[in-house]
């Protein structure tokens, strides 16, 4: 089945550690997403990715990184420079922007908690 | 730039009530449109979309019509279930034929909603 996976499911981590979050996709879609959920917030973009070895800041960047070396893979790592990053992480995959089918299909979630 | 606005609940009905939960846009030009569903530790599922002006999106029941002259997409369901409890999303997409930018949906904040038996 085609689909975008997420792991793990959930992942704690300690002050002044990095954490890399793995999402990965077999739809054959160009552009991939990661959203942070927090209650009352709803989502909001971390980093976005047209095409591979290319991708751009959303609008909550700082303390997060990514890399784009597959088509199908769009990692993401939680530095120790975000400050509060216990969150609900959401990676998200679509078409390339203007291909005509503009809707997102989302993995299941990574809760990431601070201890 | 983008945004959307919808109503945050939580939104509490018995079960076989009528739904509408609203939700309203700002954009350039000719958006796309989208209801998710988010069920509780879960990610978000896509429920219905609709492209283009007067059209109306529906899935399991659920409606909503795009309405550019009050830019709108209210969310509706004639009888609703207990199943039916969880987070409901607005969301939008700018289209680049518009200046829009790639940078994926534009979310609303979420409505919880809960069905009683």
């Known amino acids: 089945d085609g689909g975008i996976t997420q792991s793990p499911k959930y992942l704690f981590r300690k002050e002044g550690q990095n954490v890399t979050l793995s999402c990965e996709q077999n739809?054959?879609?160009?552009?991939m997403y990661w959203y942070r959920q927090d209650p009352g917030q709803g989502l909001r973009l971390i980093y976005y990715?047209?095409?591979?070895?290319d991708f751009q800041k959303g609008d909550i960047a700082e303390g997060y990184s990514v890399s784009r070396e597959k088509k199908e893979s769009f990692p993401l790592t939680v530095t120790s420079a975000q400050k509060n990053p216990t969150a609900f992480y959401l990676c998200?995959?679509?078409?390339?922007w203007g291909g005509g089918q503009p809707e997102a299909f989302f993995g299941q979630g990574t809760r990431l908690t601070v201890v | 730039g983008n945004s959307v606005t919808q109503m945050e609940g939580p939104v509490t009905l018995s079960e076989e009530a009528f739904l509408t939960i609203n939700c309203t846009y700002t954009?350039?030009?000719?958006?796309?449109l989208f209801w998710y569903v988010q069920y509780p530790g879960e990610g978000l599922q896509l429920l219905l979309k609709?492209?283009?002006?007067?059209d109306k999106g529906s899935n399991k029941g659920f409606e909503a019509t795009y309405r550019k002259e009050t830019t709108s997409f209210h969310l509706e369901k004639g009888s609703v279930q207990v199943s039916d409890s969880a987070v409901y999303f607005c969301?939008?997409?700018?289209?680049?034929?518009?200046?829009?930018?790639?940078?994926?949906?534009?979310f609303g904040k979420g409505t919880h909603l809960i069905i009683q038996p």
């Open positions: 998200a995959s679509s078409m390339a």
């Open positions: 990715s047209q095409i591979v070895n």
């Open positions: 739809l054959n879609h160009d552009a």
């Open positions: 609709a492209t283009k002006a007067d």
């Open positions: 954009a350039t030009g000719y958006p796309s």
């Open positions: 969301a939008l997409s700018s289209s680049m034929y518009s200046g829009g930018g790639a940078d994926g949906l534009t």
